[in-house]
């Protein structure tokens, strides 16, 4: 893999344009970006090969106000969504890299491009088909439904983000595999689906970005949910990246007033309104636009809770996180999950170890006051549930992972400590074995069963 650093980068070209509309750069356009002028052409074309495969997407309030150019290729906003070499495999990136060479044709570029795709593991941990829930016995494909309390919805108006992150696990929605891309025509099977179900008490809306939709389209989907009809679901959250990539979405968008009216109506009728806003790096929290954003939203009464994956090249470290936790804490947010990174898309670039994790976890969170210790993590997204590793210890004088699930699909399986054999290699919960010399895990035979019984269905 070619490494060109440091650059000399080239003055932005001055833009006329208002800053406060949006504009995007995609694969097609990458090269009109200015600030790449400034860099290498093996690293441009290397950016061009990577980008047929993964989704590219850019804006310009990324580009120029996110992004510390000085520091390309490692600066961290730069690494979050810009197409790295590493993010294809070597073999991979050079068969695509001689396709683009030789000029060849647009039907070939893309069947490579299908082809490597599919061995990225488009869809982890079962979403199609064990968490998809019914409607008179008709699969509800915009939405899931895995933990009893919580239904995710994924409004087909929002399956885009104001940009793209290069880890994103959602990937596959974003390459045009209209296969794998979850959708929902109607709020009103949303609503048919959460007036029948008593025990659900959060909806988490989500994409893509549910906030790349207009105020008004929103609105249809929740100001409905006022209703008595709809009384068990207390909290309406919205999980985005808007407050990072876009925050002009608040502040200068046409309908910024007409969405925080949205959530002040919902607030108002006695909703718990949570955005689960997604940082990844406390550069995204250094902008006069991104604090405004944020004092805009917390004036509707919304509370701001804040997620990310922990991610190789961003943020795999404890400084970042600690700062990051204490800047939101001190901006009135509430630090929520540490993620680690799925198993999924650029994985092999993107992953730490999770004994690694575990560390950067503790360290952060020892530096830290109470208040940013609600942040709980590393935690893994996997097909019986979130698991927390909880830490690293000797038991038995065997050195153990020490789990618990945050969320299980059988709720009756959180909260109760297990353990599986150290392994400081192991990067996602597949690779874990049950320490102590057992055979299975304590959930294990169940979940077998769950996925029988969801095939057979
Ligand atoms: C994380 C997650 C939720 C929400 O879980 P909380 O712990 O309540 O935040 C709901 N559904 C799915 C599928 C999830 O992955
Ligand atoms: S904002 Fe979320 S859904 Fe959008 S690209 Fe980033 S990780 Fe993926």
Known sequence: MPSFSPYRVREPAACAENPGVFRVFTARTLEQIPQLAGLPDELRFAMRVVAQVLPFRVNRYVIDELIDWSRVPDDPIFQLTFPQPGMLRPDDFVRMADLLRRGADAEAVSALARELRERLNPHPAGQQSLNVPRLDNEPLAGMQHKYRETVLFFPSQGQTCHSYCTFCFRWAQFVGDKALRFSAHEADRLHAYLARHPQVSDLLVTGGDPLVMKARTLADYLLPLRQPQFEHVQNLRIGTKALSFWPHRFVSDPDADDLLRVFERLVAAGKHVAIMAHYNHWQELETATAREALRRVRDTGVVIRTQSPLVAHINDSADVWARLWRTQVRLGLVPYYMFVERDTGAQHYFEVPLARAAGIYRDAIRRV?????????????????????????????????????????????????????????????DQLRPAFGEARFFFEDEYEAMQAAASAA
Request: charged share 20%.
């Open 369 to 429: 006051s109470g208040l940013a210790r609600t942040a709980r993590g590393p935690s893994m997204s996997a097909g019986p549930g979130k698991v927390e590793i909880q830490g690293i210890s000797e038991v038995a004088g065997e050195q153990v992972f020490q789990l618990r699930f945050l969320q299980g699909r059988n709720p009756d399986w959180v909260q109760r400590p297990f353990y599986a054999r150290f392994d400081p290699t192991a990067t996602w919960f």
